[in-house]
Protein backbone atom coordinates (compact mmCIF):
# COMPACT_ATOMS: atom_id res chain seq x y z
CA UNK A 1 0.00 0.00 0.00
CA UNK A 2 1.24 3.10 -1.08
CA UNK A 3 2.54 5.81 1.72
CA UNK A 4 1.82 9.29 2.13
CA UNK A 5 4.96 10.13 2.04
CA UNK A 6 6.27 7.91 -1.14
CA UNK A 7 6.99 9.68 -4.20
CA UNK A 8 5.00 8.33 -7.54
CA UNK A 9 7.92 7.39 -9.34
CA UNK A 10 8.96 5.16 -6.43
CA UNK A 11 6.63 2.96 -6.58
CA UNK A 12 5.52 3.00 -10.13
CA UNK A 13 8.06 2.41 -13.21
CA UNK A 14 7.19 2.67 -16.70
CA UNK A 15 7.75 -0.47 -18.18
CA UNK A 16 7.44 -0.14 -21.96
CA UNK A 17 5.58 2.61 -24.03
CA UNK A 18 4.97 3.42 -27.90
CA UNK A 19 4.28 7.12 -28.87
CA UNK A 20 1.97 8.20 -31.72
CA UNK A 21 1.96 5.40 -34.07
CA UNK A 22 -0.86 4.72 -36.81
CA UNK A 23 -1.65 1.13 -36.97
CA UNK A 24 -3.00 -0.11 -39.96
CA UNK A 25 -5.61 -3.11 -40.38
CA UNK A 26 -4.74 -6.11 -38.96
CA UNK A 27 -2.83 -7.41 -35.87
CA UNK A 28 -0.10 -5.40 -33.64
CA UNK A 29 1.39 -6.74 -30.55
CA UNK A 30 3.88 -4.11 -28.08
CA UNK A 31 6.82 -6.25 -26.73
CA UNK A 32 6.49 -8.47 -23.91
CA UNK A 33 7.56 -6.91 -20.43
CA UNK A 34 8.35 -8.76 -17.43
CA UNK A 35 6.36 -8.62 -14.35
CA UNK A 36 8.51 -10.58 -11.82
CA UNK A 37 9.43 -7.49 -10.04
CA UNK A 38 5.74 -5.86 -9.08
CA UNK A 39 2.25 -7.00 -7.80
CA UNK A 40 0.37 -5.14 -10.66
CA UNK A 41 0.31 -3.55 -14.40
CA UNK A 42 -1.43 -0.90 -15.77
CA UNK A 43 -1.78 -0.59 -19.07
CA UNK A 44 -2.90 2.86 -20.58
CA UNK A 45 -3.70 3.25 -24.01
CA UNK A 46 -4.64 6.79 -25.94
CA UNK A 47 -6.72 6.25 -29.32
CA UNK A 48 -7.14 8.97 -31.24
CA UNK A 49 -7.98 9.70 -34.54
CA UNK A 50 -9.89 6.66 -36.84
CA UNK A 51 -10.33 5.99 -40.15
CA UNK A 52 -14.14 5.71 -41.55
CA UNK A 53 -15.46 2.53 -39.93
CA UNK A 54 -12.41 1.95 -37.70
CA UNK A 55 -12.53 -0.79 -35.54
CA UNK A 56 -9.94 -1.72 -32.78
CA UNK A 57 -10.07 -4.39 -29.72
CA UNK A 58 -7.40 -4.48 -27.30
CA UNK A 59 -6.15 -7.37 -25.45
CA UNK A 60 -3.95 -8.75 -23.09
CA UNK A 61 -1.42 -11.48 -23.82
CA UNK A 62 0.72 -13.18 -21.14
CA UNK A 63 3.88 -15.14 -21.60
CA UNK A 64 6.57 -17.72 -20.41
CA UNK A 65 9.21 -14.86 -21.65
CA UNK A 66 9.76 -11.71 -22.85
CA UNK A 67 10.73 -13.15 -26.04
CA UNK A 68 6.78 -14.23 -26.16
CA UNK A 69 7.47 -17.72 -25.73
CA UNK A 70 4.21 -20.27 -24.88
CA UNK A 71 2.25 -16.39 -25.70
CA UNK A 72 -1.38 -16.62 -25.28
CA UNK A 73 -4.51 -14.60 -24.23
CA UNK A 74 -4.86 -13.23 -20.64
CA UNK A 75 -8.46 -12.78 -20.42
CA UNK A 76 -8.71 -9.01 -20.16
CA UNK A 77 -9.97 -7.00 -23.07
CA UNK A 78 -11.00 -3.19 -23.87
CA UNK A 79 -14.19 -3.30 -25.37
CA UNK A 80 -14.17 -3.09 -29.04
CA UNK A 81 -13.71 0.53 -30.12
CA UNK A 82 -15.22 2.12 -33.71
CA UNK A 83 -15.46 5.63 -34.61
CA UNK A 84 -20.00 6.01 -34.21
CA UNK A 85 -19.05 5.97 -30.68
CA UNK A 86 -18.66 9.81 -30.66
CA UNK A 87 -15.58 10.28 -29.16
CA UNK A 88 -12.78 10.90 -31.82
CA UNK A 89 -10.53 10.29 -28.46
CA UNK A 90 -10.84 7.55 -26.04
CA UNK A 91 -8.11 7.31 -23.06
CA UNK A 92 -8.50 3.32 -21.65
CA UNK A 93 -7.02 1.82 -18.85
CA UNK A 94 -6.75 -2.03 -18.26
CA UNK A 95 -5.65 -2.66 -14.39
CA UNK A 96 -3.86 -6.23 -13.50
CA UNK A 97 -2.92 -8.33 -11.12
CA UNK A 98 -0.14 -10.39 -11.19
CA UNK A 99 -2.41 -12.94 -9.81
CA UNK A 100 -4.50 -12.72 -12.34
CA UNK A 101 -1.78 -14.51 -14.71
CA UNK A 102 -0.66 -18.12 -14.97
CA UNK A 103 1.70 -17.92 -12.54
CA UNK A 104 1.63 -22.11 -11.88
CA UNK A 105 2.50 -22.51 -15.94
CA UNK A 106 5.50 -20.04 -15.79
CA UNK A 107 3.28 -16.55 -17.34
CA UNK A 108 4.80 -13.76 -15.92
CA UNK A 109 5.49 -11.26 -19.24
CA UNK A 110 2.74 -9.22 -21.01
CA UNK A 111 2.15 -7.48 -23.96
CA UNK A 112 -0.65 -5.67 -25.89
CA UNK A 113 -2.47 -7.02 -28.86
CA UNK A 114 -4.42 -4.34 -30.80
CA UNK A 115 -6.71 -5.86 -33.26
CA UNK A 116 -7.53 -3.17 -36.20
CA UNK A 117 -9.95 -3.68 -38.70
CA UNK A 118 -10.97 -1.46 -42.07
CA UNK A 119 -8.80 1.08 -41.53
CA UNK A 120 -6.07 2.95 -40.15
CA UNK A 121 -6.56 4.06 -36.06
CA UNK A 122 -3.46 6.39 -33.87
CA UNK A 123 -2.52 4.93 -30.97
CA UNK A 124 -0.33 5.45 -28.31
CA UNK A 125 0.68 3.18 -25.02
CA UNK A 126 2.02 2.85 -22.12
CA UNK A 127 2.73 0.03 -19.35
CA UNK A 128 3.51 0.57 -16.05
CA UNK A 129 4.59 -1.55 -13.41
CA UNK A 130 2.84 -0.91 -9.78
CA UNK A 131 3.50 -1.80 -6.56
CA UNK A 132 6.88 -2.96 -6.76
CA UNK A 133 8.42 -6.38 -5.02
CA UNK A 134 11.36 -4.00 -3.31
CA UNK A 135 11.00 -0.74 -3.54
CA UNK A 136 11.48 1.35 -4.35
CA UNK A 137 11.99 1.39 -8.03
CA UNK A 138 15.03 1.45 -10.15
CA UNK A 139 14.90 5.43 -11.43
CA UNK A 140 16.91 4.98 -14.45
CA UNK A 141 14.21 5.57 -17.08
CA UNK A 142 13.61 8.99 -15.91
CA UNK A 143 15.91 11.35 -17.33
CA UNK A 144 15.17 13.85 -14.56
CA UNK A 145 12.68 13.71 -11.63
CA UNK A 146 11.62 17.23 -10.19
CA UNK A 147 10.45 16.82 -6.78
Not at 31 to 47: E, G, I, K, M, S
Not at 74 to 84: M, S, V
Not at 109 to 128: G, K, R, S
Request: charged content about 15%; aromatic content about 14%.
Amino acid sequence: MPQYTEQFTEIHQPLDFGIYQVLSPGNHYTPYVALNDFHRAFFHVFVGNMGPAAEITIYVMQATTVAGAGAKLQGKWATQLDQDQGEAISHIAIELQTEELDVDGGFDCVALWFDVDDNPVEITWTVWGVCPRYPPVPTTFWHQIVQ
